[in-house]
């Protein structure tokens, strides 16, 4: 099975700050990694796909990058409603496995 | 606009069984593939099942094997998650979630339910 560890798992932030959560792949996964926001009490909302690609309707200040098995979203200036909890997920073999998740906070 | 809505969930004992099921709209339906997905109170993501579009291949994780079947009639729109012999781990929110496509390969779900709740308890 294909391992996802996500970090940090909680980070607290100033609004305006560039924010940067990694995702690491335990074998080669392609481009197959996706990144989801969740809020509490509702269901994950997609961000990015295909490792990069801007979810439509997903404001430009997030990001996402890969490097090897190295993934990495990216908040470029934070806004209060960033705040949340986000999740990675890969989706290249079964069984298809998510990261632990990176609980956002304002300071 | 893509919509899925699921129904089925409730409270059942240890060992009982229970059917999900999501109804997708504004979609051609049979060109996606579907998952469910859970997470247990306070806990993250987990991955329940697969169908491809057509319904030909279905995917579980060791955890859930022969307990867990799901199912799809392209007819209706519907994907189904038949749980059998819950356990009190079972108990968790459970999402039916539309598979997006990036090059060919799975990239992402797009869509997703608003989750329905399954508590197994005694």
């Known amino acids: 099975d294909i391992q996802l560890t996500q970090s940090p798992s909680f980070l607290s932030a100033s609004v305006g700050d560039r924010v940067t959560i990694t995702c690491r792949a335990s074998?080669?996964?392609?481009?197959?990694l996706a990144w989801y926001q969740q809020k509490p009490g509702k269901a994950p909302k997609l961000l990015i796909y295909?490792?990069?690609t801007l979810q439509s309707g997903v404001p430009s200040r997030f990001s996402g990058s890969a490097s090897g098995t190295e993934f990495t979203l990216t908040i470029s200036g934070l806004q209060p409603e960033d705040i949340a909890t986000y999740f990675c997920q890969q989706l290249d073999s079964f069984p298809i496995t998510f990261g632990q998740g990176t609980r956002l906070e304002t300071k | 606009e893509v919509q899925l809505l699921e129904s089925g969930g409730g409270l059942l004992q240890p060992g009982g069984s229970l059917r999900l099921s999501c109804t997708a709209s504004?979609?051609?339906?049979?060109?996606?593939?579907m998952l469910w997905v859970r997470q247990a109170p306070g806990k993250g993501l987990e991955w329940v099942s697969g169908?491809?579009?057509?319904?030909?291949?279905?995917h579980y994780p060791d955890s859930m094997e022969g307990r867990f079947t799901i199912s799809r009639d392209n007819s209706k729109n519907t994907v189904y998650l038949q749980m059998n012999s819950l356990r009190v781990e079972d108990t968790a929110v459970y999402y039916c979630?539309?598979?997006?496509?990036?090059?060919?390969?799975?990239?992402?779900?797009?869509?997703w339910g608003q989750g329905t709740l399954v508590t197994v308890s005694s």
């Open positions: 504004g979609v051609t339906f049979s060109d996606y593939g």
């Open positions: 074998q080669g996964i392609r481009s197959s």
């Open positions: 295909a490792a990069s």
């Open positions: 979630a539309k598979l997006c496509y990036s090059s060919g390969y799975r990239a992402g779900v797009d869509y």
């Open positions: 169908i491809s579009g057509s319904g030909a291949n279905t």
